[in-house]
C-alpha cells in the first residue's frame, strides 16, 4: 500500500532563517504531489503542485519554492522566513489525473 | 472557477445521533467529483468519501453517506450514529474531471464538528 511520509512534525524557526520541508512518497511511481499551508482554523491554500520530476506549479505568489528531485520527493523550501509563513503545511500526494488526495501528517511551523 | 462554500462554521451534535454537514458549490462544468475529508485534533487529513458527478447515486460508506443534487450544486454528508471519535473539522472539495494531470482541488473553509458524550 501507499504510504506518505512528512518531517519534521514540528519546527520552530527564527524570522530570516532557511527552511526546507521534505516530503516523500511510498508504494507508488510518478505520483502528482501537492504542498498546502493551513492558517489557524481556516480551509488549506495550495502552494505548489508537480505532476513529474523537475515540473513544479505554483500557485501563489510567495516567500516559499519547492522541488522534487526524485519521483517520490517533494521539497518546500525557503531563503529566508517571514513571520507570515507561520502555519501548518501538509504535502499530499494523488495517483494522477482524477484520483483523490492523499495528505501526509502535516507540519506546524511557528516563526519566532 | 470553482468555488465550494460551507457556510456552518461549526456543528455540534449528541452521541449516536445523526448529523448532516452542508456543502454548496459553484461550477460551469458538467463532469467533477466531489470529496468530503476529515481533519481530527491530530491534524491528519483522510478521505472520508467521494461522489462522481455522473452518477446519480449517492455515495455511501459505513457511517457516512452523501446527499448530492447535481441541479441545486449541493453535496451534504450525513454521519449516523455520531461516535466520539468523528469529532473533526469536515472539508469539502471538489475537482474538475477535466483537470489535465494535475487533480488540482478546491477545498471549503470547513466546519468544526464536535461528538458530545
Not at chain 1, 67 to 78: T, V, Y
Not at chain 1, 99 to 109: A, E, I, N, V, Y
Not at chain 2, 29 to 35: G, Q, S
Not at chain 2, 60 to 77: D, G, H, P, Y
Request: with cysteine; proline share 5%.
Amino acid at each position: 500500500s501507499q504510504t506518505i511520509h512528512q518531517w519534521p512534525a514540528t519546527l520552530v524557526q527564527p524570522v530570516g532563517s532557511p527552511l526546507s520541508l521534505e516530503c516523500t512518497v511510498e508504494g507508488t511511481s510518478n505520483p502528482n504531489l501537492y504542498w498546502y499551508r493551513q492558517a489557524a482554523g481556516r480551509g488549506l491554500q495550495l502552494l505548489f503542485y508537480s505532476v513529474g520530476i523537475g515540473q513544479i506549479s505554483s500557485e501563489v505568489p510567495q516567500n516559499l519554492s519547492a522541488s522534487r528531485p526524485q519521483d517520490r520527493q517533494f521539497i518546500l523550501s525557503s531563503k529566508k522566513l517571514l513571520l507570515s509563513d507561520s502555519g501548518f503545511y501538509l504535502c499530499a500526494w494523488s495517483g494522477g489525473r482524477r484520483q483523490p488526495q492523499h495528505f501526509g501528517d502535516g507540519t506546524r511551523l511557528s516563526i519566532l | 472557477a470553482q468555488t465550494v462554500t460551507q457556510s456552518q462554521p461549526e456543528m455540534s451534535v449528541q452521541e449516536a445521533e445523526t448529523v448532516t454537514l452542508s456543502c454548496t458549490y459553484d461550477t460551469s462544468e458538467n463532469n467533477y467529483y466531489l470529496f468530503w475529508y476529515k481533519q481530527p485534533p491530530s491534524r491528519q487529513m483522510i478521505l472520508v468519501i467521494r461522489q462522481e458527478a455522473y452518477k446519480q447515486q449517492n455515495a455511501t460508506e459505513n457511517r457516512f453517506s452523501v446527499n448530492f443534487q447535481k441541479a441545486a450544486k449541493s453535496f451534504s454528508l450525513k454521519i449516523s450514529d455520531s461516535q466520539l471519535g468523528d469529532t473533526a473539522m469536515y472539508f469539502c472539495a471538489f475537482m474538475k474531471a477535466q483537470t489535465g494531470a494535475n487533480s488540482k482541488l478546491t477545498f471549503g473553509k470547513g466546519i468544526t464538528l464536535s461528538v458530545r458524550p
